[in-house]
Structure formats: C-alpha cells, structure tokens
Nanobody, 123 residues
C-alpha cells in the first residue's frame, strides 16, 4: 500500500528526491515518516511529517539537508535529499503512523511500511 521510489546511485554532494505513493487507502490523516537502514546497521529514523504537513521532525544528521513534504491530494510523501554524503547510503523506507500523539521517531507506532528504495552515495 506504500510504494517508495526514487533511489539510485549518486555521488557525494548530489541530490535525490524520494517519493512514497500510497494506494488502497488514504493516508491523508496519518503521520508519515522515512526511516533508513544501512548495511549491517539497525534501522533508524530519518524524518516525519504530521498529517497537516505543518510540523516536521528530523534526525540531527540530516537537518538542513533533507526536506520532507506531502501532497495529500496525491496521497504521496516526498523526501528531498540534498548534499548527500556516503553515510546516507541505505535502504530508505516510508511508513505511515495513525497515532498523532506518538513520538515522531517511534518506529513501533508506524503500522504501514513501504518496500524500501536503495540510495547509494559514492565518495
């Protein structure tokens, strides 16, 4: 029901925009987030956005470089990633959280997950 796309191989300093398209149900009232998992590492929170789009939250390592946004009319969430670094290499997952009062970064609160899209940043 969540389809992430837009990953690829880029060089350090480049940009990518990931998309997460929802189908089968509307996620316009869900909090949406992006998580990532690098090879050999635990999955980590990247960013999230409230259902209204008015509030966003970022992990420190991506602040100022990544921007999350959403278009509820298109049932799609975006992750604009600028100034990419090799340490951003990971599989990126989008996820949907129906609980507007949970912590943004609490992965357990996200009940729908996309299949992931691979982002590889070469140095």
């Amino acid at each position: 029901q969540l389809q992430a796309s837009g990953g690829g191989l880029v060089q350090a300093g480049d940009s990518l925009r990931l998309s997460c398209a929802a189908s089968g149900r509307t996620f316009s009232t869900y909090r949406m987030g992006w998580f990532r998992q690098a090879p050999g590492k635990e999955r980590e929170f990247v960013t999230a956005i409230t259902w209204t789009g008015t509030t966003t939250y970022y992990t420190d390592s991506v602040k100022g470089r990544f921007t999350i946004s959403r278009d509820n009319a298109k049932n799609t969430v975006y992750l604009q990633m600028n100034t990419l670094k090799p340490e951003d290499t990971a599989v990126y997952y989008c996820a949907a959280n129906p609980n507007q009062y949970s912590r943004f970064s609490d992965a357990k609160a996200y009940v729908y997950w996309g299949q992931g899209t691979l982002v590889t940043v070469s140095s």
